[in-house]
T-cell receptor
Framework: GAVVSQHPSWVICKSGTSVKIECRSLDFQATTMFWYRQFPKQSLMLMATSNEGSKATYEQGVEKDKFLINHASLTLSTLTVTSAHPEDSSFYIC??????????????FGPGTRLTVT | GNSVTQMEGPVTLSEEAFLTINCTYTATGYPSLFWYVQYPGEGLQLLLKATKADDKGSNKGFEATYRKETTSFHLEKGSVQVSDSAVYFCALTGSSNTGKLIFGQGTTLQVKP
């Protein structure tokens, strides 16, 4: 089946530093990837839509200069949290939409990355 | 805007009990509806989906029917197992083909032997 990986699975960084999270579709091509943020015991909040070869589209209220998204290939999207602060601590989840499924809305989710900013 | 509301958890059941997790939605047009499941330590997995009114999605003994008149998509299973313990998310995508998913807050299910 379709597999999406994320790296790292867990990261701790100091306040003011930047952290990059990778999202890869391992056995399919994804023109579109999505980045979500999940707070403890809460739902997933869509942050941005990442399209291969073009700029990401950010949801209202998400700072695009803070959360940099790059979708350089059909199998890789990266999220960089710049100048991280403790309030950025969260669980970040990506999903990838299978190019082969055409108009289907099915997405495949990565296992998530736990970011802790100290 | 579009939104999804799920019943709050946690839901605790004994093995072989009947499960219902309520989900209602607000959306313009004709959304597609989904249930995702998140097992401990794993990513979300699609459990079932329905793309138009009166469709019934089913998988692994779980069922949900797209009810446009009540704007609902309740998840049911006749006999739960311990292995069904997980967090369940109801979600929708809007009529446009953006693929954006809007999630409910998730419901934790605990099944005890």
């Amino acid at each position: 089946g379709a597999v999406v990986s994320q790296h790292p699975s867990w990261v701790i960084c100091k306040s003011g530093t930047s952290v990059k999270i990778e999202c890869r579709s391992l056995d399919f091509q994804a023109t579109t990837m999505f980045w979500y943020r999940q707070f403890p015991k809460q739902s997933l909040m869509l942050m941005a839509t990442s399209n291969e070869g073009s700029k990401a589209t950010y949801e209202q209220g998400v700072e695009k200069d803070k959360f940099l998204i790059n979708h350089a290939s059909l199998t890789l999207s990266t999220l960089t949290v710049t100048s991280a602060h403790p309030e950025d601590s969260s669980f970040y989840i990506c999903s990838a939409r299978d190019l082969g499924t055409g108009g289907s809305y099915e997405q495949y989710f990565g296992p998530g990355t736990r970011l802790t900013v100290t | 805007g579009n939104s999804v509301t799920q019943m709050e958890g946690p839901v605790t059941l004994s093995e072989e009990a009947f499960l219902t997790i309520n989900c209602t939605y607000t959306a313009t047009g004709y959304p597609s509806l989904f249930w995702y499941v998140q097992y401990p330590g794993e990513g979300l997995q699609l459990l079932l989906k329905a793309t138009k009114a009166d469709d019934k999605g089913s998988n692994k003994g779980f069922e949900a029917t797209y009810r446009k008149e009540t704007t609902s998509f309740h998840l049911e299973k006749g006999s739960v197992q311990v292995s069904d313990s997980a967090v369940y998310f109801c979600a929708l995508t809007g009529s446009s083909n953006t693929g954006k998913l809007i999630f409910g807050q998730g419901t934790t299910l605990q099944v005890k032997p």
